[in-house]
């Protein structure tokens, strides 16, 4: 099986996105205070609207979407590891061609920068925080958390645990790349695969073999109308042969088309002479 290489074009993407999900988390991280459980570093963008408020924030999520799993001691290598093993996955299916529309493809370059950008979260940024360098490699690598920074809210959707207005998990680049990845498989589905409307047969062969694929033979396209005759006679034989021999073959003797006519009274008389005595033979056969 011929693999599939990635387009350039795929490459500069993700390696764009990439860039821009790391280098706004990182002014995060350098600009924002630590967040703690009574304090949140916040810049408030869009205030005072009764549909939206956004703010800038830093969150700090161990887990995974809408924060599952945040807080959990197990969260950090865990997830780790699966976002290791969706990289690998996501690399053999499109070397092996699962992604095979342009759609999928674009889809598959942003579901890779998402899993990239969070899973470089997870293996730096434990290594960053106050008093690293008085840890093991393994108690860092344990401490690394995914950084978000999109703080969305809506007041018009007050709820018993958001009276405020419903409030968004916090969010990054990456999560927003995975996302519209999600959205791009989700209308693929609907879409025509490639090989769905194309037919096995090309369109100009169509109805020229529909004679020999009713037959079972499988004849050339130009054979069609001139074999037609010998198929349903049982004959093999060429196409022009076929109006010489049907007296021999409805008189069950396989001899050339020329002698049918001069071998008509030696089968009657039941000897096998030679055509040219066919007439001379006829008498001495009646009895006197």
């Given amino acids: 099986m011929k693999k599939q290489r990635i387009p350039l074009l795929l490459i500069l993407l993700i390696l764009v996105l990439y860039a821009l999900d790391q280098v706004s988390k990182w002014l995060i991280v350098l600009h924002y205070e630590l967040p703690t459980p009574y304090y949140l ?6 205030t005072g609207s009764r549909f939206l408020n956004f703010d800038i924030v830093r969150i700090h999520n161990t887990g995974v979407a809408f924060g599952m799993g945040n807080g959990e001691a197990w969260a950090p290598i865990l997830f780790l590891g699966v976002q290791i ?23 598959w370059a942003l ?3 998402g899993v990239l950008g969070n899973m470089t979260d997870r293996l730096t940024q434990g290594f960053f925080l106050p008093g690293a360098e008085q840890l093991t490699f393994a108690e ?33 680049v990456a999560d927003s790349c995975v996302c519209v990845a ?35 033979k499988p004849n050339k396209p130009g054979e069609v109308a001139e074999q037609a005759a010998p198929e349903e006679a049982g004959n093999p034989n060429k196409p022009d042969e076929v109006a010489e021999q ?8 396989p ?12 089968e009657e008389t039941g000897k096998p002479n030679k055509p040219g005595e066919a007439a001379e033979q006829v008498l001495p056969l009646i009895p006197s």
């Fill in 140 to 172: 860092n690598l344990l401490s690394g958390y995914v950084v978000d920074f999109l703080d969305f809210s809506f007041p018009f959707l007050p709820t018993e645990a958001f009276p405020l207005g419903y409030h968004w998990p916090s969010f990054n």
């Fill in 85 to 107: 093993f969706a990289l690998i996955l996501l690399f053999r299916l499109y070397r092996r061609g699962f992604f095979s529309t342009r759609l999928l493809k674009l889809a």
């Fill in 182 to 216: 999600a959205t791009l498989f989700f209308i693929s589905c609907f879409l025509p695969q490639p090989g769905e409307t194309e037919k096995r047969n090309k369109p100009g062969e169509a109805t020229e073999q529909a004679t020999p694929e009713e037959t079972g």
């Fill in 255 to 266: 001899n050339k088309p020329d002698e049918a006519a001069e071998q008509a009274a030696p």
């Fill in 246 to 253: 049907a007296a021999p073959e409805e008189a069950g003797n």
């Fill in 41 to 46: 570093d916040r810049t408030p963008v869009i």
């Fill in 111 to 113: 579901i890779t920068v």
